[in-house]
Structure formats: C-alpha cells, structure tokens
C-alpha cells in the first residue's frame, strides 16, 4: 500500500457536473496539501490543511471546495469547472507545516469538457 | 516577486554525467528540494540543502550557494530510468514551498 493514495486517477466531467477528488494518506502525517499541476508550469499550491484545520487557501476559485474529515483524509470537491481547470491535481503530506519532506500520490488527472 | 528559475529540457547520453541547475530568488531561504517526477507519476523526494555545499547520495549529488541563488543537481552515470522531469523547490521564509516549473531530462543511448 502507497503511502498516499489518490482516487480516481482520471476523471472526465463536464462544466455543469459535481465531482470529488479523493485523497488518503497513510503515513501518520499531520499536514495535507492540494496542488495543481499543469503543463510546463510551476506546482500551484491550492490547499493545505494542519492538524485538519485548513491553514491556506491560495486564493483557489470557489469552485474548488476542500474538505478534510480527519488527519488521514483530504477531499476536493469540484463543481462548475471551467476547461482551464484541467490539470493534474496532486495531493501531498508531510509531518508538520515546517517539515519540509512532501510525500505526494500519483494525483487524478482532471478533464473538463 | 518570488522566482525559480530551471531549463526546461535536457538531453543526455546513458553513461555520462548531467548538471541540472536551478537559480532562486525567495523571501528568505529555509531550504531547497529536488524532486524527479517519472511522466504519470508521483514526485518523489532526491535531496534536501540547507547549508552551502555538496550533498552526495548514490548516483546523485546536490550542492547549494546560498550567497549565490544557485543550487545544481549532479546525476552520474546516468541510466534510462533516470528520464523523468527534476523539480527544484525553496521553502521561504514562512515556510511556504515555492517551486520551479520543472526540468525535463531525456536520456539518449
């Protein structure tokens, strides 16, 4: 078992529908993040949540909702995309906020149609 | 503003040595990553320089200056699997992990 799962890894959906992204971490850690990766871009930090109580939010468009159950579970719901929105979406943990080592899953790759 | 600064593709022959660098302007410095990224699949963490140097670890090494905005990453002996994309990241001086847009390494026989 990886030590951070993502699911689905690819997703299609249109601009009217509603869809999660699923994350699962099973390493301990106390901070999750969202990033968002495009093609020959920079990683875009989205989300970070510490002890599950969210500490950033990149100024991510509010069709982007972010939930986070518990230390092991991060959730990205998504509703009203625009086509610009797809991308891969990567979830990381790491051990604290200050703990530099990311450990990432294999992200769910997003197309809006 | 913030910046990282990487070339965004390299090629290289199997067997020889490739010099992957990687410039940075931040708002304060607490460190700087490299990550390789296999196309579809995770980044997975190579090195970690917080002081000036080199950091050695197998086939890959790691060297900062910190006067220097300047940061490299050193692959010896290069194999085919070592094609992938190599990420440079700074964590500034809030601890935030500003990233660069990646280096893609193909790797020729």
């Known amino acids: 078992e990886t030590g951070v799962t993502q699911t689905p890894r690819h997703l299609v959906m249109g601009m009217t529908n509603k869809k999660s992204l699923k994350c699962e971490q099973h390493?301990?850690?106390?901070?999750m993040y969202w990033y968002k990766q495009s093609a020959k871009k920079p990683l875009e930090l989205m989300f970070v949540?510490?002890?599950?109580?969210?500490?950033e939010n990149n100024s991510v468009p509010s069709r982007f909702s972010p939930e986070c159950p518990n230390s092991s579970h991060l959730f990205l719901h998504l509703h009203t995309l625009q086509p610009e929105d797809s991308a891969l979406y990567l979830c990381?943990?790491?051990?604290?906020?200050?703990?530099?080592?990311?450990?990432f899953g294999e992200g769910s790759r997003l197309t809006v149609l | 503003g913030q910046n990282i600064d990487q070339p965004t593709e390299m090629t290289a022959t199997e067997g020889a040595i490739v010099q992957i660098n990687c410039t940075y302007q931040?708002?304060?410095?607490?460190?700087l990553f490299w990550y390789q990224q296999h196309a579809g699949e995770a980044p997975t963490f190579l090195s970690y320089?917080?002081l000036d140097g080199l950091e050695e670890k197998g086939r890959f090494s790691s060297f900062l200056s910190r006067s220097k905005g300047y940061s490299y990453l050193l692959l010896k002996e290069l194999q085919m699997k070592d094609s992938a994309s190599y990420l440079c990241?700074?964590?500034?001086?809030?601890?935030?992990?500003?990233w660069g847009a990646g280096t893609k390494l193909i790797i020729k026989p």
């Open positions: 990381a943990s790491s051990q604290g906020l200050d703990t530099g080592e990311l450990f």
């Open positions: 390493l301990g850690h106390n901070a």
């Open positions: 949540y510490n002890f599950k109580e969210q500490t």
């Open positions: 931040t708002s304060g410095f607490n460190g």
């Open positions: 320089n917080v």
């Open positions: 990241a700074v964590k500034d001086s809030n601890y935030q992990l500003i």
